[in-house]
Structure formats: C-alpha cells, structure tokens
C-alpha cells in the first residue's frame, strides 16, 4: 500500500510570510496526525483529526497555524506570518483509527521548514 | 502531567556489541507503549509496540523491548547490532485517558551511531 505523502519537502520562507504543507494519508486511514519537529527534539503533537473533525488541538498556536481536512482525506496545514521559531521538520501520521491495529501511527517523509 | 524520557542522547558502539535504550514515563494508568526508528534520509517507522499481554515484546530487525509496569520502564534491546542499525530511536507513549486516544507522546530520542 502507498504511504503517507507531504509535500513539499523543503521549504524555504523568510520571517512573516506564511506557508502551507500537504499531507496525503494512507487511503481509507481515518485518523490524521500533524507534528512539529524541532532539531535535538521528538515529535510534538499539533493537532489530530478524527475524519474530518477536530479531535484535539490543544499543542497548535492558533494565532499563526491553521490546520483543515475538508473531505476527511488529505489535510493542509499552514503557518502565518511564520516566526524564526518555527523553524522545524513538520511530519504527517496517519492511522486506521479502529480495530486492533487502530493506534499504529504512519508517518510521512516530513517537510523541513527553514524560517530565515 | 504525564512525560515521556530517554536517558541517553547519543551512543556509540561498535558492531555486534548489545545494544540496550532506556525509555520511563510518568503515568500510573494504561498505556500503549511504541519504539520508532528513523534512519539515516528516512522518515519514521515503527519497530514494535506493546498494547498488552506479554511484556516481553519482538519487533523487526532482531529488536525487542519489555515492559516492566512497576517501574514504568520500556527499555529496547537488541544482542548484536550492524552497521546497518545506525539511526535515531525513540521511544513514545499513548496515556489511555478520555482525552488522549490515539496520541502519541515521543522522548527525545537516542541517536545510536554503530561503528565497523
């Protein structure tokens, strides 16, 4: 089966202008993760959705990111106006969202955001 | 609130040398517990993971892990490493509270730096 798609890759954005990545989960997975990545760091937890809901958002700084899944498949999410802090591998994950293998997390290749 | 820790950041041995990562959290209810590897220009892929039952679990590429509850411990382990086995290791915990299904909390991560 294909995997979790982002793109872009890298990205190169000066401080206060804004950016937006895509994700593309495994087809028929119904929970979306976003994480923040921070060099030296583990993933960080933004937002998950739940098909096209919301199931938790408490990690996104809601001034600046934004994250939508409108059909319950891909996701985007998008920083702005970004900060030298964001600064980060921003990864997708997706999961089944039922049955035993419900809580496996697949994660994306990432996109290396450089705030400069 | 709950944590998750690795106590090592960087380790270095040599091939066929055992191997052995430390990973406690800090929660005294149910827990899914994860190692995820990420190698050198790859994205994240999960090694093995432990939902219940026995403690003593294997996953891929010779890596098992065990689950001591008492000391809220999940060490991974592996009696010979490979050259191949180079890569960034970490550890995550889902805390089975009402708000929480699903999400992962990662440690910090290990980098293991295996040497010929």
């Known amino acids: 089966e294909a995997g979790v798609a982002q793109s872009p890759r890298y990205k190169i954005i000066e401080k206060r202008q804004s950016v937006a990545f895509w994700c593309n989960p495994i087809?028929?997975?119904?929970?979306l993760y976003w994480y923040q990545q921070i060099l030296g760091q583990g993933p960080k937890l933004l937002i998950q959705?739940?098909?096209?809901?919301?199931?938790?958002d408490s990690q996104l700084p809601k001034d600046r990111f934004s994250a939508e899944r409108l059909k319950g498949v891909d996701s985007t999410l998008k920083i702005q106006p970004a900060k030298l802090e964001d600064s980060a591998v921003y990864l997708c994950?997706?999961?089944?969202?039922?049955?035993?293998?419900?809580?496996?997390?697949?994660f994306g290749p990432g996109t290396r955001l450089t705030v400069t | 609130a709950q944590s998750v820790s690795q106590h090592n950041h960087h380790v270095i041995l040599s091939e066929a040398a055992s191997l052995e990562l430390g990973c406690n959290y800090s929660?005294?209810?149910?827990?899914?517990l994860f190692w995820y590897v990420q190698y050198p220009g790859q994205h994240l892929q999960l090694l093995l993971k432990?939902?219940?039952?026995?403690?003593l679990v294997k996953g891929i590429k010779g890596f098992e892990a065990e689950f001591i509850k008492s000391k809220f411990s999940f060490n991974l382990r592996k009696p010979s490493v490979q050259w191949s086995d180079t890569a960034e290791y970490f550890c995550?915990?889902?805390?089975?509270?009402?708000?929480?299904?699903?999400?992962?909390?990662f440690g910090s991560g290990t980098q293991v730096v295996v040497t010929p």
């Open positions: 995550a915990v889902s805390f089975m509270t009402t708000d929480s299904w699903g999400k992962l909390q």
């Open positions: 929660y005294g209810g149910t827990v899914n």
């Open positions: 432990y939902f219940s039952g026995d403690p």
């Open positions: 087809s028929g997975h119904a929970t």
């Open positions: 994950a997706s999961s089944p969202g039922w049955g035993d293998r419900g809580y496996e997390q697949y």
């Open positions: 959705f739940q098909n096209n809901g919301v199931v938790d």
